[in-house]
């Protein structure tokens, strides 16, 4: 029973937030309204979730949790903590609204299963073949879909969560997802950017991001195929009956976000897999009870919902911080913003977001000190320092929602995920640094 209370409050939620964002361009007041009563409904029912989650989840949440309360009353009690309570309260909604509204894919009747209810194996690849498999379609998928691309592939390869991803079938699928990052225009993180820096051209930055990105997707398979891969090891097929479904998602996510420019991909997202979930499910002899019913039992996640809104407190709690005392020493350091200054600034993001710090935090208490300390930075440049560091720390990062998604809906360690992305990190780092270097290059601008 309290578990479809919390399936029902989490569908509320989706309505209300989604609904939220639509009408926030035209009725500012009531959308705020809307959007605190969803992130009302997904408090209480992370109260009723907290009950029934392992007690390492529970452990894990309170810890970064409490660390993010300290940072935010320290912020408050120093004059600093404007706004911690939407920060907190508001914050991490759109990325649960994503979480939440791409549970009904599994309503969809995606592939034939067996008696058991695990998918037959002809859905999956296997091997190095499987590796191949999943970092390709990542990078496609999740240049639209983002984080979605990375659920619609770990739910394939898990059987829909009934068994446990291994530590390389995840870190792929949040490897691939953040080369997106680079170049993708439909990802947030170059809206940002735009909005940021009125000067940054996108015929620029674009053609070196991509070219990051494939770089990093050669990365990623070569870092997967090495060592032994057992026999059971699985990735997501490249056929036409497993891509059909994520790709008709994609072009209607594409169409939904070019017909409403305005209007955030997570929201059109939310849109497009809800209504196709229930739309496309067997509904043969139900009720509209019915249907509601298993709507609200297909919302499941109680370890990534418990994670993700104790790393909200913390990332609140250290932007605060770090608001209130910016990086100034920035322009002691340096003469100019250039190779150097980039590749020190995408590993200031990656420490950071491996400490709890969201990317917009890191950027929005460093661009106001780099823009006046190097007035003459160019904003293309500074943006796809920006967008690269963006990519490198996600892939990095044990907060990132690709790696959440990969402990708390995966079963896969924290830990092993971060050993693992400590021997990729390097070689990121020098892609990143090469990608610099050339449009440094290209472009005449100082080294």
């Given at each position: ?92 909604m ?11 894919l ?52 898990s ?19 953040y ?38 997707l ?26 059909v ?16 420019p305005?209007?955030?991909v ?15 499910m ?12 298993k ?19 913390l990332?609140?709690?250290a ?38 710090v969201h ?6 208490a ?26 490198v ?10 790696n ?15 050993r693992?992305?400590?021997l ?24």
């Amino acid at each position: 029973m309290i578990r479809v209370a919390d399936g029902v409050l989490l569908l509320i939620f989706m309505v209300l937030q989604a609904a939220g964002i639509y009408l926030k361009k035209y009725f500012s007041d009531l959308s705020l309204v809307l959007r605190y009563a969803g992130a009302a409904c997904v408090w209480a029912a992370a109260f009723f979730i907290f009950q029934r989650v392992s007690r390492s989840v529970r452990h894990q949440t309170l810890t970064i949790a409490g660390i993010g309360a300290v940072l935010i009353a320290v912020a408050v009690a120093t004059g600093n903590g404007e706004g911690w309570f939407s920060g907190v309260v508001l914050g991490p909604m759109n990325m649960i609204l994503l979480f939440v509204s791409v549970c009904f894919l599994r309503l969809m009747p995606h592939s034939k299963k067996n008696s058991d209810g695990t998918r037959v194996d002809s859905s999956v690849w296997y091997g190095r073949k499987g590796m191949f498999g999943s970092t390709v379609a990542g990078a496609l998928l999740s240049s639209v879909l983002n984080v979605a691309a990375v659920i619609i592939l770990g739910d394939r390869i898990s059987d829909d969560g009934k068994r446990k991803l291994t530590p390389r079938e995840a870190v792929i699928l949040g490897r691939s997802l953040y080369t997106s990052t680079f170049w993708s225009p439909f990802f947030v993180a170059t809206t940002v950017m735009m909005t940021l820096f009125p000067d940054m051209e996108l015929a620029h930055t674009l053609p070196f991001g991509l070219g990051l990105s494939l770089v990093c997707l050669v990365l990623v398979y070569v870092y997967s195929a090495l060592g032994k891969i057992s026999d059971d090891e699985r990735g997501y097929p490249l056929n036409f009956m497993s891509l059909v479904m994520p790709v008709s998602l994609m072009i209607l996510v594409f169409a939904g976000h070019f017909l409403l420019p305005k209007i955030p991909v997570v929201a059109v997202t939310a849109v497009v897999c809800p209504l196709a979930g229930l739309l496309l499910m067997p509904k043969k002899g139900m009720t509209a009870g019915d249907v509601v019913k298993k709507g609200a039992g297909c919302i499941q996640i109680d370890n990534v919902l418990m994670l993700y809104l104790g790393v909200a407190v913390l990332a609140e709690g250290a932007g605060l911080v770090l608001r209130a005392w910016p990086p100034v020493f920035i322009g002691d350091l340096l003469s100019h913003y250039g190779v150097v200054a980039a590749m020190l600034m995408v590993m200031l993001m990656t420490a950071l977001s491996s400490l709890g710090v969201h990317q917009l935090i890191t950027i929005s208490a460093t661009a106001p000190v780099i823009l006046t300390v190097f007035p003459e930075v160019s904003h293309s440049f500074l943006a796809l320092s920006y967008l690269t560091g963006w990519g490198v720390s996600g892939a990095f990062s044990p907060f990132s929602a690709a790696n959440l998604l990969a402990t708390g809906r995966y079963g896969v360690e924290a830990g092993m995920i971060f050993r693992s992305n400590l021997l990729y990190l390097p070689a990121l780092l020098i892609a990143a640094a090469a990608q610099f270097l050339l449009y440094s290059m290209y472009f005449g601008l100082p080294l």
